[in-house]
């Protein structure tokens, strides 16, 4: 079972940017697809993105519109998920999923049953 860590979120001003990273261990990285999913407080998690073993085709809820970049580097055991132009909506813990099957690629709507194995969750907080 792949264990993940996940770092860099933060207090930031509406309109700014972060960089999410999730380091991967205990797995073959190569072979997971990966996601980002969040949870805002009094909410239940939402989907936010996913992309495939080769980092290939990417998945993205329709909120994210264009504002989230979901990235891999099998080489660092690391998948990233790149936040613009944040709102104070995108306010949530988000954590990064592994899904050992790849169900994503298949199955629609992804969800986090798609996933075996979830991080600790790197809080996100946007100021207006």
């Known amino acids: 079972q792949v264990q993940l860590v996940e770092s860099g979120g933060g207090l930031v001003q509406a309109g700014a940017s972060l960089r999410l990273s999730c380091a991967a261990s205990?797995?073959?990285?190569?072979?997971?697809?990966m996601g980002w999913f969040r949870q805002a407080p009094g909410q239940e998690r939402e989907f936010v993105a996913a992309?495939?073993?080769?980092?290939?085709?990417?998945y993205y809820a329709d909120f994210v519109k264009g504002r989230f970049t979901i990235s891999r580097d099998n080489a660092k055991n690391t998948v990233y998920l790149q936040l613009n132009s944040l709102k104070p909506e995108d306010t949530a813990v988000y954590y990064c999923?592994?899904?050992?099957?790849?169900?994503?690629?298949?199955?629609?709507?992804?969800?986090?049953?798609?996933?075996?194995?979830w991080g600790q969750g790197t809080q996100v907080t946007v100021l207006s």
């Open positions: 992309i495939t073993r080769s980092g290939g085709p990417t």
């Open positions: 999923a592994a899904d050992q099957f790849n169900y994503i690629a298949t199955m629609s709507p992804i969800v986090g049953a798609d996933f075996g194995s």
């Open positions: 205990g797995g073959t990285f190569s072979t997971y697809a």
